[in-house]
């Protein structure tokens, strides 16, 4: 028997499919959180010395932490109604465990591993419960019922891992952020009830899509905001004022190429699929890969502000060169998903930013992301070249 108040919490037929206010509110608090990750990769880049290896991996866990967090609520506003006060107290819940999470971020892995922990467990246990109790006896009820399970074994670790050494700390939190990441990938299974499959989310497609888009620009308002702290912070010599300069105009050109077709018709891609949920569960590790991409792009013109005619260490390369580079793999696995294909431009362009690492590295930090910008510049004027003169292109996803 269906409980009808549980039912009225999924999303209906009718009603907006634009994101809510509320949903864009959570999105500040993420901003926040990136300059907290990007501040510490700085740090890695900048001062890690031998420990360099380690202390990326522990900044890597927590942003695929902040990650897991968003892209649930995501997906769980695309299955539930946002609108209901029920699902308005889930989401501001997360709101400030986000908060918590983030103002964690810088000394996660010393004095405030256990807030972090206790910060991310609080939003994936408490949404789940929640949930699970607000829908009754509701079907829909076992979906999060199977989360429920599989985050309470991985905040045994969570928390845990808050509590003991920092080496010990981050093989805690790395053991607990696959099982998380497993569960998410094989549909949570647990004993009798099965696994749930991606068609399980009744998404809505246009929605779902949407808060991707929001999330890639937020992704790039913080490198700016990252690239604007940086300079105004030090002199504003020629040098920083063209390093300024291209990073902002590489920030412009990351927007463009994500938004040229492939970014711009995505709500009408998801929606057009024959299952929705597929294609929007592909997407957010395909977004994961891009965003990972612009955070590290923030970083490596962050330092190129810092240290324009500083030396092009093996580091600093990797920063300045592997950001845009990981963010054209993702772009290329997402204009696959919408269109069946990947252009040549994305492909040349990575073998450039690759194949050029050699030469790149024997110049400057700001001749460096001068050469990125140029690959990123050929790469966004073959995508203007390629439409001039064309229709626009309908999605054809293979999914």
């Given at each position: 028997?269906?409980?009808?108040?549980?039912?009225?919490?999924?999303?209906?037929?009718?009603?907006?499919?634009?994101?809510?206010?509320?949903?864009?509110?959570?999105?500040?608090?993420?901003?926040?959180?990136?300059?907290?990750?990007?501040?510490?990769?700085?740090?890695?880049?900048?001062?890690?010395?031998?420990?360099?290896?380690?202390?990326?991996?522990?900044?890597?866990?927590?942003?695929?932490?902040?990650?897991?967090?968003?892209?649930?609520?995501?997906?769980?506003?695309?299955?539930?109604?946002?609108?209901?006060?029920?699902?308005?107290?889930?989401?501001?819940?997360?709101?400030?465990?986000?908060?918590?999470?983030?103002?964690?971020?810088?000394?996660?892995?010393?004095?405030?591993?256990?807030?972090?922990?206790?910060?991310?467990?609080?939003?994936?246990?408490?949404?789940?419960?929640?949930?699970?109790?607000?829908?009754?006896?509701?079907?829909?009820?076992?979906?999060?019922?199977?989360?429920?399970?599989?985050?309470?074994?991985?905040?045994?670790?969570?928390?845990?891992?808050?509590?003991?050494?920092?080496?010990?700390?981050?093989?805690?939190?790395?053991?607990?952020?696959?099982?998380?990441?497993?569960?998410?990938?094989?549909?949570?299974?647990?004993?009798?009830?099965?696994?749930?499959?991606?068609?399980?989310?009744?998404?809505?497609?246009?929605?779902?899509?949407?808060?991707?888009?929001?999330?890639?620009?937020?992704?790039?308002?913080?490198?700016?905001?990252?690239?604007?702290?940086?300079?105004?912070?030090?002199?504003?010599?020629?040098?920083?004022?063209?390093?300024?300069?291209?990073?902002?105009?590489?920030?412009?050109l990351l927007w463009r190429i994500y938004f040229h077709r492939a970014g711009s018709v995505l709500v009408?891609?998801?929606?057009?699929?024959?299952?929705?949920?597929?294609?929007?569960?592909?997407?957010?590790?395909?977004?994961?890969?891009?965003?990972?991409?612009?955070?590290?792009?923030?970083?490596?013109?962050?330092?190129?502000?810092?240290?324009?005619?500083?030396?092009?260490?093996?580091?600093?390369?990797?920063?300045?060169?592997?950001?845009?580079?990981?963010?054209?793999?993702?772009?290329?696995?997402?204009?696959?998903?919408?269109?069946?294909?990947?252009?040549?431009?994305?492909?040349?362009?990575?073998?450039?930013?690759?194949?050029?690492?050699?030469?790149?590295?024997?110049?400057?930090?700001?001749?460096?992301?001068?050469?990125?910008?140029?690959?990123?510049?050929?790469?966004?004027?073959?995508?203007?070249?390629?439409?001039?003169?064309?229709?626009?292109?309908?999605?054809?996803?293979?999914?």
């Amino acid at each position: 028997m269906t409980d009808g108040r549980g039912a009225e919490l999924l999303r209906g037929g009718g009603g907006s499919h634009r994101a809510t206010f509320l949903e864009l509110f959570l999105d500040v608090v993420f901003v926040f959180a990136f300059t907290r990750v990007s501040q510490r990769l700085i740090d890695d880049v900048t001062t890690s010395g031998g420990r360099l290896p380690l202390e990326l991996t522990q900044t890597l866990v927590l942003l695929l932490a902040l990650w897991m967090v968003w892209s649930l609520t995501a997906w769980a506003t695309s299955h539930y109604d946002p609108e209901r006060p029920p699902i308005q107290a889930v989401m501001v819940g997360s709101m400030f465990g986000s908060l918590v999470m983030a103002v964690s971020v810088p000394a996660a892995y010393g004095p405030h591993g256990l807030s972090f922990a206790a910060g991310y467990v609080s939003i994936q246990l408490g949404r789940s419960l929640y949930l699970t109790v607000a829908l009754r006896r509701h079907p829909q009820r076992h979906l999060s019922g199977r989360i429920l399970v599989w985050s309470g074994v991985s905040a045994v670790l969570w928390l845990g891992g808050g509590l003991v050494g920092e080496d010990a700390r981050l093989l805690c939190w790395a053991v607990a952020l696959v099982i998380d990441y497993v569960g998410v990938v094989t549909g949570w299974p647990v004993p009798r009830l099965g696994r749930a499959a991606a068609t399980a989310w009744t998404v809505t497609g246009e929605h779902l899509a949407e808060r991707y888009q929001q999330f890639t620009i937020i992704a790039l308002g913080e490198m700016i905001f990252v690239a604007g702290v940086g300079f105004s912070g030090s002199d504003f010599t020629l040098l920083r004022w063209i390093a300024l300069i291209d990073a902002f105009a590489t920030t412009v050109l990351l927007w463009r190429i994500y938004f040229h077709r492939a970014g711009s018709v995505l709500v009408e891609a998801v929606a057009q699929a024959r299952q929705p949920a597929r294609l929007g569960q592909s997407a957010t590790w395909t977004h994961l890969t891009m965003i990972a991409g612009i955070v590290t792009t923030a970083v490596g013109y962050e330092v190129a502000i810092s240290e324009p005619g500083g030396h092009a260490d093996l580091v600093r390369v990797a920063a300045i060169v592997g950001g845009p580079a990981l963010f054209v793999v993702g772009r290329a696995r997402f204009e696959y998903e919408v269109f069946g294909r990947v252009s040549r431009s994305r492909v040349i362009g990575l073998l450039l930013l690759v194949l050029g690492v050699p030469l790149l590295g024997r110049l400057p930090l700001i001749g460096i992301a001068v050469g990125v910008t140029v690959v990123l510049t050929g790469m966004a004027v073959a995508d203007a070249l390629r439409a001039r003169g064309r229709p626009p292109e309908h999605p054809a996803s293979p999914m």
